[in-house]
């Protein structure tokens, strides 16, 4: 597995070893060993799998109590993914990462817990599925509002970003319940 650092140094893309030839490819995205090798401790309880269309954007979402860490990756299409800082012991706090996605590179991205994550669709639509450390737990979930001015993150959809109400209303930076 190769590893790539992003601007926040917790947060990490994997790119796993694939093995292709005329009949298809296989890859391992998954390995307790090769992970804590790679000094990722993950006991993964639950797996997500999402499909959204072009301009969905999903998050920033993040749990108060029980946070998950995540392992992203996309099946199908290509997404632009963001995880935000929310540790306020953290000399990254506040900050943010974003990192393409896609089905063709095969990358994954590793956030852990004590981050707010969201992805944009930028194909016709995408298939995104994340491993999490911890079960979704809806009352300690939170939104932090993704387009504050304070973070200013560059989302690249082209049109009007497709959000859910909760994601809508969202709570800026400055406001938001974070992480010790």
């Known amino acids: 597995m190769k590893v790539e650092p992003t601007s926040i140094a917790d947060?990490?893309?994997?790119e796993p070893k694939v093995f292709g030839d005329a009949?298809?490819?296989f890859m391992e995205t998954w390995n307790a060993r090769t992970f804590e090798n790679l000094g990722i401790e993950a006991?993964?309880?639950q797996d997500n799998h999402s499909r959204s269309a072009r301009n969905v954007l999903r998050g920033l979402h993040y749990q108060l109590r029980q946070p998950q860490g995540k392992l992203v990756r996309v099946s199908a299409g290509e997404i632009w993914d963001v995880a935000v800082d929310l540790r306020r012991s953290s000399p990254d706090?506040?900050?943010w990462t974003g990192i393409a996605l896609n089905s063709e590179t095969r990358r994954m991205l590793w956030i852990p817990a004590g981050f707010a994550h969201g992805f944009v669709v930028l194909s016709e639509y995408a298939e995104v599925q994340y491993k999490a450390t911890d079960f979704y737990a809806p009352e300690y979930e939170r939104t932090l509002l993704w387009n504050d001015p304070a973070m200013a993150i560059p989302w690249p959809h082209r049109g009007e970003a497709l959000?859910?109400?909760k994601d809508r209303r969202?709570?800026?930076l400055a406001q938001a319940e974070t992480f010790a």
Request: glycine share 16%; charged share 20%; hydrophobic share 45%.
């Open 163 to 165: 959000l859910s109400d």
């Open 23 to 25: 009949r298809g490819f």
């Open 43 to 45: 006991r993964f309880v």
């Open 93 to 95: 706090f506040g900050r």
């Open 11 to 14: 947060v990490l893309v994997l």
């Open 170 to 172: 969202g709570t800026p």
